[in-house]
């Protein structure tokens, strides 16, 4: 690993300060950032520590969930609000990483957390998303896991929070703080398609920290669920997986929303498939023709071809079991 | 990180020859083999019991997902941890 400077700024704007300064790497729970850091795909000179800041906090008022970015996974999963009225939070939170990761991992980490392209995270290999212009080895590679939605010739890397598919489905946002003060990001906003520049895979200017999310309540919050397929049972990335809510009233569907998780290059809303499904009933015939209106245009290769039964098969799987 | 936190590991358990309650009852259960794995087994499922989350042995085992043990003791784990609890509720 590279030395580094390690510094505790105290208050907010200290720390935006210090993370606007070259080669700087904000730092949190630390358990995805470490690991970047002995891989040297991350290789900072000075090191943000985020602990001493109050970034916590988890409340449910007038309709609004707020998370502070300090929160880890645990305290987010176990906390009673969530579980009662965002069951698909906490259901994702539960079925990702390991239970110690989990309680040391932050949600502002999950947000910011890399791909695990294999070989973003292996610096013998190209990759445009670790150096810009790099090429990519993924393409004509081995991408069993990799995506088939928001894909562009220069990255087919799959984004691979389980969190932050049930927050592009609820749609939540992202409050930040930077030079200019504290602004709000729509999460449809916060990650960037791979498209020209895949480096640039946020929306946040230089220095700016996420404070919180927020997510407001509906009915489909309160009736979803989290489903996720992974190749063991247990602390294993998504090969893919589904977020679901829906609301019903006499038998018709008035509010869906849907989120697809390691089938897109980021967070995915399937947007197509909640237009269909508002205002039709809970039919099988719908959720199937849904599930063919998400994969629309998927992009394969003939290793992850698998995905577009597997994720429409999950997808069917969840609408059934709220319905 | 950890700056300002206390730490406690493998040897901070017993007091004196006293086993932890969690020690003992991996001996009771042949919680190991080789014994590699076990102080890092030990100290999750410490973390495991008091936080109170496991209510059965599937979610032991959940819990404990990510501790692998390559001579294969994970049911006399299991059996360890779910008796600990067991115990843990009678006498609260």
Redesign the interface.
């Given at each position: 690993m590279k030395p580094f400077e390690i510094v505790y700024p105290k208050t907010i704007p200290e720390a935006v300060r210090q993370g606007q300064q070259r080669d700087s790497l904000f730092i949190a729970g630390g358990t995805t950032a470490l690991d970047l850091m002995k891989y040297h795909v991350w290789q900072p000179s000075i090191v943000v520590t985020l602990e001493s800041l109050s970034l916590k906090g988890i409340r449910l008022e007038n309709n609004l969930l707020r998370i502070g970015a300090g929160e880890t996974m645990s305290n987010v999963a176990y906390h009673s609000e969530v579980g009662q009225y965002f069951p698909m939070i906490k259901e994702s939170l539960l079925l990702a990483a390991s239970q110690g990761i989990r309680n040391a991992a932050t949600i502002g980490g999950n947000l910011m957390q890399r791909t695990r392209c294999p070989y973003f995270r292996d610096t013998t290999y190209r990759c445009n998303q670790r150096e810009a212009g790099a090429g990519c080895d993924a393409i004509g590679g081995w991408n069993r896991y990799h995506a088939i939605l928001a894909t562009s010739p220069q990255c087919i890397a799959a984004h691979a929070s389980d969190l932050c598919v049930a927050l592009a489905a609820l749609q939540a946002s992202v409050i930040v703080y930077g030079s200019s003060g504290e602004r709000r990001i729509a999460f449809g906003d916060f990650y960037q398609l791979p498209g020209k520049n895949p480096e640039e895979l946020y929306a946040l200017k230089p220095g700016e920290l996420i404070l919180r999310i927020e997510v407001p309540y509906s009915e489909a919050a309160r009736n979803s669920t989290y489903i996720k397929v992974r190749d063991r049972n247990s602390y294993a990335f998504a090969i893919s997986s589904v977020a679901a809510g829906i609301t019903l009233s006499t038998g018709t569907i008035t509010e869906v929303k849907i989120g697809m998780g390691a089938v897109a290059t980021i967070p995915w809303k399937a947007r197509e498939a909640e237009k269909f499904l508002s205002g039709k009933a809970p039919t099988e015939e719908n959720f199937r023709e849904a599930a063919r209106l998400a994969t629309q245009g998927a992009q394969t290769t003939p290793t992850n071809a698998f995905k577009v039964p597997l994720i429409q098969n999950i997808l069917l799987k969840a609408l059934s079991k709220l319905t | 990180?950890c700056?300002g936190k206390e730490i406690t590991t493998i040897e901070g358990l017993s007091d004196g020859d006293t086993l932890h309650p969690i020690q003992a009852a991996f001996i009771e259960h042949d919680g190991f083999q080789c014994g590699y794995c076990t102080s890092g087994q030990i100290m999750?499922a410490l973390?495991?019991v008091n936080?109170g989350?496991a209510h059965n042995r599937e979610q032991i085992?959940?819990?404990?997902?990510?501790n692998l043990c390559r001579c294969g003791a994970y049911n006399g784990i299991i059996d360890a941890i779910e008796e600990v609890i067991n115990q843990k509720r009678l006498t609260r």
């Open positions: - | 990180l700056q999750s973390a495991v936080n989350h085992g959940e819990l404990m997902s990510g």
